[in-house]
């Protein structure tokens, strides 16, 4: 995204004022009034509150997360169309962290720095409360970001799924965050599945024509999670898209296997159903008072053999990686 910058224009004017006095047989004297200074431009407009949560309340979310070392800026690209992600991180020190503090707004933490005040995008124009582009108050504009998907919209309450990079870190990635299930609080009878959403990147590059270089190709998709909360089981699928213009490219729907869960535990973890070699898992935990949604964040290698009008398929495995959010249904 380029930056605008928004300049604010007004007009000046300024009057002659005439007077004449006369006099008994003799001539008037004309007199200049002093010019009326022009207004003062009027001040920028105060940007609204980031918005995130409907309702916060000062909290450091509970965060799970993906992220690989490379650009980290907003407007960086990769050098090759042939380049690959590094090791797939899911330490926590690798990853975004968010909170809202008593002070009222958000702050982020990004890898190797400390929390900073989360702001609107410095290259937006009069954002609005609507806006889902943010970043770092003290960083430079395009040096880090947060991208969140305002889950909020689609009838969250107690999770959020986004983007992110930092040039300082030299690192990007994908967090789902929330406010965390408290330990007791996850049903211990019952059955509950949870749909979702899903959000991350592939490394199949493709030519940036506006900057040069090359950019990972976004993936999205849907997620269920099928938990026996008695008997302490999970089950579920993934299921992934590539972009294509108004039609995205179904790539494939992974069941889960090996999963771990245990009957009120707050987290869960397991792997997808695939022949395909590359890094391969999913981790994640319940979010809300009584494990009402779910975050979790995930990588998984996939054989890249459907395609569409501009997505062109190379039949070779490729990796990818990123992010859910999932509510419970019944």
């Not at 990853?95 to 995008?121: C, F, K, M, S």
């Not at 990007?172 to 609080?185: H, S």
């Not at 992010?323 to 249904?329: D, E, P, Q, S, V």
């Amino acid at each position: 995204m380029t930056s605008r910058s928004n300049r604010w224009m007004f007009a000046a004017a300024a009057g002659l004022a005439l007077s004449a006095c006369g006099g008994s047989g003799g001539g008037g004297t004309s007199v200049a009034s002093t010019p009326t200074p022009p207004p003062p431009p009027p001040p920028p407009p105060t940007p609204p509150p980031v918005r995130i949560f409907a309702n916060p309340a000062p909290i450091e979310y509970a965060s799970v997360g993906a992220s690989v070392a490379g650009p980290g800026g907003n407007l960086d690209t990769y050098d090759s169309k042939t380049a690959t992600f590094g090791p797939i991180s899911t330490n926590d020190g690798d990853q975004a962290h968010i909170r809202y503090n008593a002070g009222g707004y958000y702050e982020i933490e990004l890898p190797g720095a400390g929390w900073d005040q989360l702001v609107h995008y410095k290259g937006i124009v009069g954002p609005t409360s609507d806006n889902n582009y943010f970043q770092p108050q003290d960083v430079a504009m395009n040096l880090a970001f947060l991208v969140t998907t305002s889950a909020r919209d689609r009838g969250f309450t107690y999770s959020e799924l986004g983007s992110w990079g930092s040039s300082a870190a030299s690192r990007w990635g994908y967090v789902a965050f929330g406010i965390p299930t408290p330990e007791g609080a996850v049903p211990t009878t019952g059955s509950a599945t949870f749909q979702g959403y899903s959000a991350g990147s592939t490394d199949i590059m493709v030519a940036d024509n506006l900057y040069g270089g090359y950019f990972p190709l976004n993936v999205d998709g849907t997620v269920e999670l099928n938990f026996n909360f008695g008997a302490g089981t999970l089950g579920g699928s993934m299921t992934l898209s590539l972009p294509d213009g108004m039609n995205p490219v179904e790539i494939g729907t992974w069941a889960f296997r090996d999963t771990v869960y245990s009957a009120g535990s707050t987290t869960y973890s397991g792997r997808f159903d695939t022949n395909a070699l590359g890094q391969n898992f999913f981790l994640g935990r319940f979010t809300g008072p009584s494990a009402e949604e779910t975050i979790g964040a995930w990588a998984l290698p996939f054989v890249f053999d459907r395609g569409g009008e501009s997505v062109t398929p190379d039949g070779q495995t490729h990796q990818a990686f990123g992010a859910w959010i999932a509510k419970r249904g019944n």
